[in-house]
């Protein structure tokens, strides 16, 4: 990788002066606020007094999750429970433009923080609501952690092999999903009310982002009747495509989803005929035979290492991939030149590798201004922008209403 990137807390990126109040805990809401801090947003983190949860999701006894998804951040901590520490967000809100939090709905309102109060402190306010289900429906005061909307949104059922259990994603994949979402509808409001001149409520659930990956599932029940089923690496749609298994036990993806890549494939793997065998002549029929073709296909990978797979299929121009582990990504010499993974100091490890700051905008890209921050580490600057004193910060302090 490259030099340690450095981080200078007076660049400038596209969203500067853009001031987030971010609320929310774990991950979908700081995915949302990373993305805003990235491109230079002011995005203050109002932590609880015991930290955002974010905080103990350790790895090797540190704070890996914290550190890559609250960078370009700062915090806050304030017990809300107390007057005056409300009274001070309050005052922070009539100067903010983004509001976030994602607790179970109902509990800003019994907080007095509900929105039309915040909207009448600031009209334009835009506030984002995160929550599993959405803040109405027969399920919006249910707990929605990702887990269960995983499985809800029928991804689970999609995911994994036809005679097997149904498969959850390893990783936080509807709240990063409704992170990703939830900042496209806030830089969209933010260019709204720029034109209208007010702000607006986003109700935004972690189910309908991760079900609108599912594609036209709905459309395809209504008009055929068919439940899609598990099929694996495989796929219901197109043929050939999977994972097959290398001589030195290593793993190659393949798609071959157009006519011309299936032709360009079956001669690479020294079986040209098959694309004039009514089994295998088009896609449907590919489809419809998926196992012999996965068989035809499997039976040439495993006579080739995979440095020998993709020499071959890459010079065919099929179009293959290798399955990579993060010890494979970290070396590969496009994730170097690209630098999709950065070092990045840190104050207490020194540096540490994480992803780069993402899309790539060639005019106004985002800016590295400060690492993840202690718990607390700005009440005081905070609590001075919302107007308390140095007496009054002590004050509140010793009551226990902030860190």
């Given at each position: 990788?490259?030099?340690?990137?450095?981080?200078?807390?007076?660049?400038?990126?596209?969203?500067?002066?853009?001031?987030?109040l971010d609320l929310s805990r774990l991950v979908s809401g700081n995915m949302l606020s990373l993305q805003l801090a990235d491109f230079g947003a002011d995005?203050?983190?109002?932590?609880?007094?015991?930290?955002?949860?974010?905080?103990?999701?350790?790895?090797?006894?540190?704070?890996?999750?914290?550190?890559?998804?609250?960078?370009?951040?700062f915090s806050a901590a304030l017990d809300l429970r107390n007057a005056d520490?409300?009274?001070?967000?309050l005052r922070l809100i009539e100067t903010a433009d983004v509001f976030i939090e994602n607790y179970r709905p109902g509990t800003l309102e019994k907080m007095g923080l509900a929105p039309d109060a915040l909207l009448a402190r600031n009209p334009r306010l835009i506030v984002v609501r995160i929550s599993g289900f959405g803040q109405t429906g027969p399920y919006a005061e249910l707990p929605g952690f990702g887990t269960l909307i995983e499985a809800m949104s029928g991804l689970a059922a999609r995911t994994g092999f036809p005679d097997r259990e149904p498969v959850l994603p390893p990783l936080a994949l509807a709240d990063m999903i409704a992170g990703l979402s939830g900042a496209m509808a806030t830089v969209t409001a933010l260019f709204a009310r720029n034109q209208a001149g007010k702000g607006q409520v986003i109700d935004l659930s972690l189910l309908e982002?991760?079900?609108?990956?599912?594609?036209?599932?709905?459309?395809?029940?209504q008009r055929t009747g068919e439940v899609k089923q598990r099929t694996g690496n495989g796929s219901n749609i197109t043929a050939p495509r999977n994972i097959y298994r290398c001589a030195d036990g290593k793993y190659i993806a393949l798609s071959g989803s157009t006519q011309a890549m299936a032709r360009r494939l079956f001669e690479t793997i020294g079986r040209a005929g098959m694309i004039e065998d009514p089994r295998f002549r088009t896609n449907t029929d590919r489809v419809r035979n998926r196992p012999l073709v996965d068989e035809a296909v499997g039976?040439?990978?495993v006579t080739k290492t995979r440095d020998e797979s993709l020499t071959q299929m890459r010079a065919a121009g099929v179009t293959v991939g290798p399955v990579y582990n993060i010890d494979d990504a970290v070396e590969d010499p496009h994730f170097r030149e690209r630098q999709i993974i950065v070092d990045v100091e840190d104050p207490e490890l020194g540096s540490l590798p994480?992803?780069?700051?993402?899309?790539?905008?060639?005019?106004?890209?985002?800016?590295?201004?400060?690492?993840?921050?202690?718990?607390?580490?700005?009440?005081?600057?905070?609590?001075?922008?919302?107007?308390l004193d140095t007496e009054a910060i002590a004050k509140l302090r010793a009551e226990g209403g902030c860190l």
């Open positions: 990788m490259a030099n340690t990137i450095r981080f200078s807390p007076d660049a400038k990126g596209p969203l500067a002066g853009i001031r987030v995005v203050i983190k109002i932590e609880p007094l015991e930290g955002d949860p974010l905080r103990a999701w350790l790895d090797g006894g540190e704070q890996l999750f914290w550190k890559t998804y609250c960078r370009n951040k520490a409300k009274a001070a967000l982002p991760l079900f609108s990956t599912l594609g036209p599932e709905a459309a395809i029940y039976a040439w990978f994480m992803h780069n700051i993402v899309p790539r905008l060639s005019g106004t890209p985002g800016v590295w201004r400060t690492p993840a921050p202690t718990l607390g580490q700005h009440t005081d600057d905070i609590l001075r922008q919302a107007g």
